[in-house]
């Protein structure tokens, strides 16, 4: 009977000592030095009248490109359209490349940066962060 009941609570007992075995993340399995990594950053101005400065950043540089400029997302009249999509257009383009010359896309990290004087945004910036690693 004593064995019965034991036979019931092990699947628990294992259940509960599950978490404090060691475990070895993939991060770990994998050698250190094996990728190399590239950073390509968006960044979108959010400023009226288009007095703000969007980019394409590359860290590294990517065949021989540090920064390529992107159009702004304001003009005088508000949004516009046509920047967007031209901006769209080219984060496309680059991304392609990048993937074209053997990069992975790892992770892709969207950030907002909203300016506030006076109680109004009247400026800021969107920037996103696309990491990248190929093997080395």
Do not use: C
């Not at 509960?16 to 101005?45: C, D, H, N, W």
């Not at 390529?68 to 003009?75: G, I, K, P, V």
């Not at 993937?99 to 109004?120: A, H, K, M, N, R």
């Amino acid at each position: 009977m004593r064995n019965h009941r034991f036979l019931r609570l092990l699947p628990v007992f294992l259940l509960l000592l599950l978490p404090l075995l060691p475990q070895r993340s993939l991060a770990q399995v994998s050698k250190a030095g094996t990728y190399q990594f590239m950073q390509m950053t968006t960044i979108e101005s959010v400023v009226a009248g288009g007095l703000g400065r969007s980019r394409i950043t590359f860290t590294p540089e990517f065949k021989g490109t540090k920064e390529a400029t992107m159009e702004n997302l304001f003009s005088l009249t508000g949004i516009n359209m046509q920047n967007v999509r031209a901006n769209e257009e080219a984060i496309i383009r680059y991304l392609q490349e990048v993937q074209t010359e053997g990069w992975d896309l790892v992770q892709v990290t969207p950030l907002t940066q909203t300016l506030q004087s006076g109680g109004s945004t009247g400026q800021g910036i969107f920037m996103t962060r696309y990491l990248f690693r190929k093997a080395k």
